[in-house]
């Protein structure tokens, strides 16, 4: 079991294409991403300990954001 599960979002991926997938689901465990799919791929693969649901939201991992206030 896995530490994280965040599920249902809008990733944008920092790979060199900047993929986009709907509905997709990230696995984190130690505050390692471990794994990046659809929300089916996700779950098939792993259960959480903690799963937050980002319906309705972009989730960029990988991006630093310096421009904060």
Do not use: C, F, W
Request: hydrophobic fraction near 40%.
């Amino acid at each position: 079991m896995i530490d994280i599960i965040i599920e249902g979002g809008t990733i944008v991926t920092m790979d060199d294409k900047r993929t986009i997938i709907q509905d997709g689901d990230l696995a984190i465990e130690k505050g390692i991403i471990l794994d990046v799919g659809t929300k089916d791929e996700i779950s098939n693969k792993y259960k959480a300990k903690q799963v937050l649901n980002a319906e309705k939201h972009a989730v960029r991992p990988g991006l630093i954001d310096t421009h904060g206030h």
